[in-house]
């Protein structure tokens, strides 16, 4: 696989099956976040792996799952994560801008695991309270986001937008994600100017 294809094959994963990541291969993925841009390479980023079952399930209800989707949202029992990352910013070093370097480390993340066939789900709807007490978190750190992973129980698709981008299950299971056409977002050197299909 190569940068283009895991760029294309990366779609968030909300079922999981309940097989066991190697603590390695999550360690490789943070190491592929360490290494992402940093904002004046100050890296004001930590993360937390969690990969025992106890605190996965402590953490599972304090997170908020694909909204457009309702109730059909929150993987059920039998196909929740398996781990998680935990992106977390020491205050000490950068409390503003920190969301520059999080979304590169987290792509990072993101692709890694695709590559190495591991599926994700980035969330930012955190009960942060309750995760900070969960994971005793000191105060001077912020909690970014949480990558939940797994290896992937349920298919997803990218399609062309028409009119609506909310991301829907059909009668299948398979994820259905719109996308808007590269035509409808590109500018060529003037906003406005479009290149000739």
């Known amino acids: 696989m190569n940068v283009y294809e895991a760029i294309r094959k990366r779609r968030s994963i909300r079922r999981f099956k309940q097989k066991e990541i190697k603590y390695e291969l999550l360690l490789k993925f943070v190491d592929m976040a360490r290494i992402a841009p940093s904002a004046s390479n100050l890296q004001p980023l930590e993360y937390i792996i969690i990969n025992k079952k106890e605190v996965v399930d402590k953490i599972f209800p304090n997170l908020g799952w694909a909204g457009y989707l309702g109730k059909e949202g929150p993987p059920p029992e039998g196909k929740r994560p398996v781990a998680y990352i935990v992106v977390i910013v020491n205050k000490n070093i ?3 801008s920190y969301q520059y370097d999080s979304g590169a480390s987290i792509e990072n993340i993101l692709l890694s695991a695709t590559y190495e066939g591991v599926g994700t789900c980035w969330i930012g709807s955190i009960n942060r309270k309750n995760v900070r007490n969960i994971l005793k978190v000191p105060e001077n750190y912020l909690i970014d986001s949480i990558i939940a992973l797994g290896y992937p129980d349920e298919e997803s698709v990218i399609e062309e937008a028409k009119g609506s981008i909310k991301y829907w299950k059909d009668k299948k299971g398979i994820m259905h ?8 977002i590109i500018h060529f050197n003037m906003f406005g100017e479009k290149l000739d299909k």
């Open 94 to 96: 950068q409390s503003s």
């Open 177 to 184: 994600v719109p996308k808007r056409k590269l035509h409808d």
